[in-house]
């Protein structure tokens, strides 16, 4: 709408169109890119940031779009290599990789570098999608494609976009958030035909019971729900579910 004096009150700004005072807050494009003295400001706004985090999103789909099949494993940190699911996870990142798959993980120590120390060993893809924390993580020595992550959120897309399923370890709050984060998503049908395998029953037994005690028992999931999680206790059996998969979907490429 035109004001009394005949000039416009709406300013359109590229993909934004602002009016009456939002006007002397959005400056024209090209004066904040040529004001040298801005540039620092600059990389501290939201829109800095959303292109960095896009720039994060280009960087890992350039490095993963040609890797292959690979399944996600997932697990503390903080397990030395005699804790007895550092082998466990060391085995079935030889597993997998025996079997055609790339392994992908966190990057880190712990249950982490032992399912990249397997896979790289059999000489096998072995991915690190690592993030930047002020303590415990840093890279493990048996990644051999490593790709560096300053968002959770962008990390977590690699790990389902790239998978062809997960393999959970016991682990603290963080394994705990990629454990129910892909549930959710098999959940609600983000992510189809994806095992989910929980390593080691005497860890993970006493949480199902609770979610079927509670989490069935007061309706708030299905008992069909449950059935989403496979619990094992070898690394053979937590192969096999991804072997077989693997092997369907290797065929059903082969035939396109």
Partial sequence: ?????????????????????????????????????????????????????????????????????????????????????????????????????????????????????????????????????????????????QIDFRYFFVRKTMFVKYSEGFVVFPGGFGTMDELFESLTLIQTGKTRGFPLVLYGSEFWDDLVRWMRRRLVGDGLITTADLDLMHIVDTPEDACRVFGELHAAHTAADEAR
Avoid at 22 to 44: K, P, Q, T
Avoid at 53 to 60: A, W
Avoid at 62 to 68: E, I, Q
Wanted: glycine share 14%; charged share 25%; aromatic share 6%.
């Fill in 1 to 145: 709408m035109a004001n009394q004096g005949g000039k416009s009150n709406n300013g359109r700004r590229g993909r934004l169109t602002v009016r009456g005072t939002a006007l002397d807050h959005v400056e024209n494009a090209d004066v904040r890119l040529l004001n040298r003295e801005r540039d620092v400001e600059f990389i501290h706004t939201d829109p800095w940031r959303a292109l960095r985090i896009l720039g994060e999103f280009v960087d890992g789909f350039d490095a993963l779009a040609r890797v292959g099949h690979c399944v996600s494993v997932f697990g503390s940190a903080r397990a030395s290599d005699t804790d007895p699911y550092y082998e466990a996870a060391r085995a079935v990142g030889r597993g997998l990789a025996e079997a055609g798959l790339g392994v992908i993980t966190g990057g880190g120590p712990g249950i982490m570098e032992a399912a990249n120390r397997g896979a790289f060993e059999a000489g096998g893809m072995s991915i690190g999608c690592n993030i930047e924390l002020p303590h415990e993580q840093h890279a493990n020595e048996y990644v051999s494609l």
